[in-house]
């Protein structure tokens, strides 16, 4: 397993990227990464369930990152789903629901019928506007390595999320300790992209060394790198 970032649209043309962190309890390093880099973590927890270890876990990672929280109770279509265990669970552990009187937002979803997922994605955007988030598409892009990793036909692979500027074919970069140019650039599905704008995930081809996850990334797009060298 590892972090992997996916792209959800909506109809009414916003769009909101998921950062994927395993819940396994091995995972704990994933789990604080995928918090330092995220505006809002999704803590999903299965409405037969109770809450967990790592569920703590996460629950505290976000607070350490000073990230806020919407809740996704999941597995409602079971007959065994008790969404009251699972609030009065994270009641004790200070996350109050709002039908709890709390502040924070919860949904109840079924991935099998699609029960309430249309209201956990609004919920998403409604906490994003309260938060006032905001990037600026016309600098050159700054981000977070995903994944690192040796593709034995491609060389090496740079998951990277973009949380603000654009990143462009041809555009020199700076990640981690290595450089290189963007010589192709994939969405989460392969597909090749011109650019990545902000908020969107984005697979490089080009860097000179494998990145650790983490790592910071900067470009610069190739009309500055060549005034600079004239």
């Not at 109770?73 to 699972?86: E, F, G, V």
């Not at 309260?130 to 981000?143: I, S």
């Not at 603000?164 to 599905?189: A, C, K, M």
């Amino acid at each position: 397993q590892h972090i992997g970032a996916y792209t959800a649209r909506l109809d009414d043309d916003h769009t909101i990227t998921f950062i994927d962190t395993p819940g396994h309890a091995a995972f704990t390093s994933m789990r604080t990464r995928g918090a330092q880099v995220t505006d809002i973590v999704v803590l999903v927890v299965a409405a037969d369930s109770r809450v967990m270890p790592q569920t703590e876990e996460a629950i505290d990672h976000a607070r350490a990152a000073g990230v806020p929280i919407v809740v996704a109770i999941t597995k409602m279509d079971l007959s065994s789903a008790n969404p009251d265990h699972i609030k009065q669970d994270l009641a004790n552990h200070h996350v109050l629901v709002e039908d709890w009187g709390g502040e924070v937002l919860c949904a109840e979803v079924s991935s099998i019928t699609g029960e309430g997922v249309q209201d956990l994605l609004e919920k998403i955007l409604l906490q994003a506007e309260v938060m006032e988030l905001g990037a600026y598409p016309d600098k050159p892009a700054k981000g977070t390595v995903l994944e690192g990793k040796i593709d034995p036909r491609r060389g090496t692979v740079t998951n990277v999320l973009i949380q603000d500027g654009t990143l462009r074919l041809g555009d020199y970069f700076v990640v981690g300790q290595y450089s290189g140019r963007v010589r192709v650039l994939h969405d989460e599905n392969e597909n090749r992209l011109e650019e990545a704008g902000p908020g969107m995930p984005a697979q490089i081809l080009g860097a000179s060394g494998v990145p650790e996850a983490g790592d910071s990334f900067y470009s610069v797009s190739g009309e500055q790198e060549a005034r600079e060298i004239e």
